[in-house]
């Protein structure tokens, strides 16, 4: 039997998803923390697309931001540190009709997890990853994190951090990610609008969101941010109208003029520096499911094992 | 006569018998000029070799190639611009080293011509060589046909970790009545090496048939115990083959040679050959039976006294036999369990079942990830399992290791979830291609927290196939990891074992994704959790979230010191459930008396014939092996209570105290101290004589 002949239609009658239907516990996360930004923003994203309510997977690992399922009513897993990344690719590649999502913080996707976010978008696997990056661990209260600036004093680096940081984007890019994007949580809107793309991106697609700490690295971001005297930066992409202007907009597929984008200093560049088609792991893996199916005539699971036996005689 | 090209003499490896000898170095023999190639022939024939090739090529051309003609080969070649060279190529492979028979062992002096077939009801056939010879291939026919011909069958194997290469053997017991273990001794042993005769001639009984390539070397033929056949089995594969194949064949040739010995069906053998390289080129099945043929014509009568019949087998089943290995049973245990979906990472033993596994699901719709690490494995095979698919991962200890917070997780979480370990030799990387019984304390106290989980562990290779139907039965009724503990004996050896009723015991896998009524709680507290897949419906519109941090029934985090108490016991309960639904195993041998040995695993064929030997002289021994070692069935004190001592036996270490690994979790469950261990840490299975010498004494 094909797994896929398992999953019931979806109801033609269902009610509207509402921000209340999606809605479920109070966050923890500290007052004023980026991340309640990111969640009313994703809530938006889920009322605006309207979804099949059983079809939403809200997945994570460890840390603050990872506390996510717990805020969102649907379907959610709370997994362990830095795995959510096949966690989910088993989800998206078992059942394609679900819509998987994916939040976790800086730690998590880029330390102990960073192995997995490699070979998860080397194998582009069609998942949407909102890393909302804090430059900081907040859960284990102020250790330096994968993406603490060079000088940033921590509870493990008390005179500074030393070590030289992750470039999300680039390591994203150089690791075959085939959608990669950057926001910042007070840019409401911008937040939205990646987080759509991402999610009708065919692929594996992560965002890396600028989501402040303001327990223990307050105003991190506020050089990305207008309202506290900084600048939102944002990323103009060839709109293909033979204008002369277009020539300096940036062109989503060219790899090397990405990674130069990721390369403009903090605060850096806002919206999408690579967006390419490469067939999905979902994909590929389908269609070798299909050809050997095909060859079998579409028998019976009980007919291919006998018929497996049989030659074991 | 002039030499201008490069000369290719094609011989054999170690033509004469040293392990480095100077004419097997085709640097040598390419010697530029006619003098020193007619100074390396002389040396050649010289030495004790029977046969001899020698090819002259050109560059620009391939090797000529010639048949043997009447005893002697004559090698033309023709190179353009350049005189016709001919050689003549020795070709004395008549048996010169024939046999000897020590008269001791010589029971009969038949003549040549009236061999009669000896009929036996039992055969240890052990056969030496390299890796890359490919015995095992010849042990697997030799077990494949025994299956098709109702015999029972098992083999044993070991194969050297290095990369190519190395001492190897594989040891093919078939018999017409009961096999249990792979035998304690070899009656017959092929020896393709002077290293493969020095390191198993021990393992050969009084009487026992030593037959070994006389090209490769010369046994001790004043050792009067063994019985000597000789065959230039080296030679007469090259001759037979032609030139390019080298020696490659050998091991076919040797097939032939005991299929003759053994007179067994021939057109059966073939057809098995066939089957077996017949999705190759065509010229490779040629070039096997060829060699096949050139072994089966073998005037075997003129170096052995004896042939041997086996006795048609007594079993009467009306199934057939399928003949397999333990990581094939495993893996077509699962697919018959309805598993589709599964994760994993290569490594020694258990690499096998995740490639029969990637090749096989995408056939029954599902699919196989190999993934980047053991986390990512434990993860997706978890996340393959919370979307309604009970998965599979497995590797060996180490790898286990890896896994360890992951299957926490699933205890915590409650998610369905299979783990197979295929155990080998550790700690660490340790001896990947030895067996050892040592990661069962690690399968059941190997988590963080109080992570209680199911382990069991199949006794045969047939076992193996059930046992994974077992698994994924508690894994989906009881939403647990369970551990399946096989070892690299069970992984690496063929079986023949009555077809499954495939029809009887196969699962529909289907997901239930069937909308839940309102009130569903995802962890209730007086029931054992099932959790709703994604895509579910909740009727009441609330969707639950499966998480590793201690929560409340909904599935909310909690850090209530009553709810952990309450969850901890919600978690701990459904094993001692399970415990109370588990049949007490049956007792083999005598049912009360002395000494009842206790064994788990790859053990139970040599557990079992020590019993049964025990038995012979008299003694009232029983024997217990457990499938199921957490939870362990209720009700074995009553079976405890019938013996006066209790032994268990297993392949790991006696620990800090003094007791196995099994013996101890046995003790510390029944507080008994009958309990007595009996282990070994050799790397090596045991043999039924350790058993009785070491557990009956």
């Known amino acids: ?313 | 006569v002039e030499w201008p090209y490069r000369g290719y003499y094609r011989t054999r490896k170690n033509l004469n018998g040293s392990s480095n000898g100077a004419v097997s170095d085709p640097t040598l023999l390419g010697a530029a000029s006619e003098e020193s190639a007619t100074r390396q022939t002389a040396q050649i024939r010289r030495g004790d070799a029977s046969f001899v090739r020698c090819i002259v090529g050109a560059p620009r051309f391939s090797p000529y190639l010639f048949a043997p003609f009447c005893g002697y080969s004559i090698c033309a070649l023709r190179v353009d611009n350049a005189p016709v060279l001919l050689l003549a190529s020795l070709n004395t492979h008549t048996v010169s080293s024939s046999p000897v028979l020590p008269e001791s062992a010589t029971p009969t002096s038949a003549g040549r011509a009236d061999l009669r077939p000896e009929h036996i009801r039992d055969a240890v056939i052990r056969l030496a060589g390299n890796s890359q010879d490919g015995i095992q291939t010849v042990g697997a026919f030799l077990a494949r046909l025994a299956g098709r011909s109702a015999q029972e069958v098992m083999t044993y194997m070991t194969i050297p970790s290095t990369i190519s290469g190395g001492p190897s053997i594989f040891q093919v017991r078939i018999g017409s009545g009961e096999v249990l273990s792979a035998g304690d001794e070899a009656d017959f042993l092929v020896a393709f090496y002077q290293h493969s005769y020095d390191e198993h001639i021990y393992f050969l009984r009084e009487g026992g048939v030593l037959l070994y390539d006389s090209d490769q070397f010369q046994p001790n033929l004043e050792d009067k115990r063994f019985v000597y056949v000789g065959v230039p089995i080296t030679g007469l594969t090259v001759e037979a083959l032609g030139g390019t194949a080298k020696d490659k064949g050998k091991n076919i040739f040797v097939l032939g040679l005991l299929a003759s010995i053994f007179r067994l069906n021939p057109d059966k053998l073939k057809g098995l050959i066939r089957e077996r390289f017949g999705g190759k080129d065509e010229s490779v099945v040629n070039t096997a039976i060829t060699a096949f043929q050139a072994g089966y014509a073998y005037p075997v009568g003129n170096v052995l006294t004896h042939l041997y019949e086996f006795e048609p087998s007594p079993r009467k089943s009306e199934r057939a036999q399928v003949t397999m290995d333990g990581n094939q049973a495993l893996a077509y245990g699962l697919i018959a369990a309805g598993v589709r979906y599964g994760a994993g990472y290569p490594i020694t033993p258990w690499s096998s079942v995740m490639e029969i596994l990637r090749s096989e699901f995408p056939k029954y719709g599902g699919l196989f990830v190999q993934a980047e690490d053991e986390l990512a494995s434990v993860s997706l095979a978890l996340g393959f399992s919370y979307s309604g698919w009970l998965a599979v991962t497995g590797s060996a200890g180490p790898g286990i290791s890896l896994k360890a917070e992951a299957i926490g997780w699933a205890s915590m979480a409650e998610i369905p979830l299979i783990v197979i370990n295929v155990q080998r030799g550790g700690p660490s990387t340790g001896l990947p291609t030895n067996v050892e019984q040592s990661d069962l304390h690690q399968a059941v106290f190997g988590g963080h927290g109080d992570s209680p989980r199911v382990v069991l562990a199949p006794a045969t290779v047939e076992d193996c196939f059930y046992i994974a139907i077992e698994a994924a039965r508690i894994a989906r009724k009881y939403s647990t990891p369970v551990f399946i503990l096989s070892d690299s004996s069970l992984a690496t050896r063929i079986e023949a074992f009555d077809e499954p009723n495939l029809s009887e015991v196969m699962v529909d896998p289907k997901p239930d994704l069937s909308p839940r009524p309102p009130g569903v709680k995802p962890y209730p507290l007086e029931q054992i959790t099932q959790h709703a897949p994604p895509g579910t419906r909740m009727l009441d519109g609330k969707y639950p979230v499966v998480t590793g941090l201690e929560h409340d029934e909904m599935g909310h985090p909690t850090a209530s010191a009553r709810l952990h108490s309450a969850m901890t016991a919600k978690r701990r309960k459904k094993y001692q459930q399970l415990g109370d639904e588990l049949p007490v195993p049956p007792v083999h041998g005598a049912q009360e008396g002395e000494t009842l040995l206790i064994g788990w695993g790859s053990t139970y064929g040599p557990i079992s014939e020590a019993v049964n030997r025990a038995q012979e002289r008299g003694e009232r021994v029983g024997s217990l092996h457990l499938r199921h070692l957490h939870p362990l069935p209720t009700g074995l004190e009553a079976v405890f209570d019938r013996f006066k001592r209790i032994v268990v036996v297993e392949m790991n270490d006696q620990g800090l105290y003094g007791y196995g690994q099994l013996a101890t979790l046995l003790r510390a469950r029944f507080c008994n101290p009958k309990i007595e261990s009996f282990t070994k840490t050799d790397g090596l299975t045991f043999r039924v004589r350790e058993i009785v010498e070491g557990a009956l004494k």
């Open chain 1, 1 to 313: 039997m094909n797994p896929l002949d398992a999953v019931p239609p979806v109801a033609p009658e269902r009610e509207k998803l509402t921000k209340k239907a999606v809605t479920a516990d109070h966050p923890t996360w500290c007052p004023a923390c980026g991340d309640f930004a990111v969640l009313a923003s994703f809530y938006k994203v889920l009322e605006k697309r309207q979804l099949p309510h059983e079809n939403i997977v809200t997945l994570a690992g460890i840390g603050c931001s990872s506390r996510f399922p717990y805020f969102v009513n649907s379907h959610g897993a709370h997994f362990i540190h830095g795995r959510s990344v096949p966690l989910a690719s088993a989800i998206s590649l078992a059942r394609p009709e679900l819509h998987v999502f994916l939040f976790g913080g800086d730690g998590d996707g880029l330390s102990i997890g960073g192995n997995h976010l490699e070979h998860g978008a080397r194998k582009n696997i069609n998942l949407t990853y909102v890393i909302m990056d804090n430059f900081v661990y907040g859960l284990t209260k102020k250790q330096t994190s994968p993406t603490s600036p060079i000088g940033y004093k921590s509870k493990t680096d008390p005179t500074g951090a030393i070590d030289h940081p992750v470039n999300p984007i680039k390591k994203l890019i150089a690791a075959g990610a085939t959608f990669v994007a950057r926001t910042h949580a007070a840019q409401v809107n911008h937040m939205i609008q990646m987080i759509e793309r991402a999610m009708d991106h065919d692929g594996f697609s992560v965002i890396e969101c600028l989501s402040e700490c303001i327990e223990f690295f307050p105003g991190a971001f506020d050089a990305g941010n207008p309202r506290k005297g900084g600048e939102f930066k944002v990323i103009e992409e060839k709109k293909w109208d033979d204008t002369p202007e277009d020539e300096a907009r940036h062109d989503v597929t060219d790899e090397i003029a990405a990674y130069r984008l990721a390369n403009v200093p903090f605060p850096g560049l806002f919206g999408v520096f690579y967006e390419i088609d490469r067939p999905t792991k979902n994909a590929l893996e389908q269609k070798w499911v299909q050809s050997a199916r095909a060859k079998l005539n579409h028998a019976s699971d009980l007919e291919i094992l006998q018929k497996t036996f049989d030659r074991m005689k």
